[in-house]
């Protein structure tokens, strides 16, 4: 049975460098650089709480030679659809890196030249499409950048004072930036605040998920690791107070799976059932589900306590 990243109620780094030196050995003629991106970005697939439905996306920068012997940097990122629990090589799409960092100087990108622009700068035609997300992965300057949708952090950005609790959550050592819709204006926001802080370990988008990076596989996955595991926490205790004041909470589909051994069907349709009778109200974000209790919630709450 395969590891997860779940230890007790703490997110836990399941990186082994013996393991890691032997899927290397294992990838034959595969860049050493790409088969570590390979093996850490299956660490992170391997948790549905960090890339539902095989979502996130995951990239390496590298040096090749060209057909004609010259050196060339390229950019491998995640391919549209590729499911990084069983992603490998051919999941990946390589781009010539300096032609895509070239677009930051444009004031914007229509979505159909974007489409184009990656098409033309790929170093293998037959490649799957890049993540929409490429430009923002070309853009940074660091060699590994990993991102996900991770549903403790889309908990905390989703709430009225989302980007606020995010940042209390996980430090100065993380850019938090609003919403932006995937593309050039994400990328250029992104590379921006980086300018401003290279010490950056990663960036959170608002009601989008985290990005983390560093010059090596297992700095920018642990560093992921680490700053869900601060969420997730950050979210625990909002809970906690939240109960203690008898405030509203905040809290995933995936925690009352937890709490009460129960599947993701059953969690959503008692959910379902209790938003219908008006005791609690929800807000989505795709599948994840923040729950708040309502005034008439906690009148029974309170009542079937005081029982």
Known sequence: MEKTSREGESVKSLFDEKEAREFVAK??????????????????????SLVLHGGGNTSVKLWMKNLVGEDLEVIFVKGSGADLATIDPSGFVGLELEPLRKLQKLENLSEGEM??????????????????????????????IDHTHADSVLVLTNQKRGIDLIQ??????????????????LAKAAREVYEKNPNLEGIVVAGHGLFTFGE??????E????YVDQAE???????????????NAIVSVKKVMARFK?????????LDSLESAGLIITKKQGKIRALFITEKGKKLYNKRKTA
């Open 223 to 226: 560093r992921m690791i680490q």
């Open 115 to 144: 489409e184009n622009q990656l098409k033309i700068h790929k170093i293998l035609h037959s490649a799957p499409d890049p993540s929409v997300e490429v430009l923002l992965h070309a853009f940074l300057p660091p060699r590994f």
């Open 233 to 247: 926490k950050a979210v625990e205790e909002a809970v906690r107070k939240s109960e203690e004041n008898k405030d």
């Open 27 to 48: 990838s034959g003629h595969i860049f050493p650089e790409l088969a570590l991106r390979v093996y850490t970005s299956r660490l992170l697939g391997r948790d549905p």
């Open 216 to 221: 090596d596989a297992r700095t920018a996955y």
């Open 262 to 270: 129960i599947t993701y069907v059953t969690a959503a349709s008692r």
């Open 168 to 185: 209390e959550a996980l430090g100065p050592q993380v850019a938090v930036l609003p919403y932006i819709t995937p593309g050039i204006q």
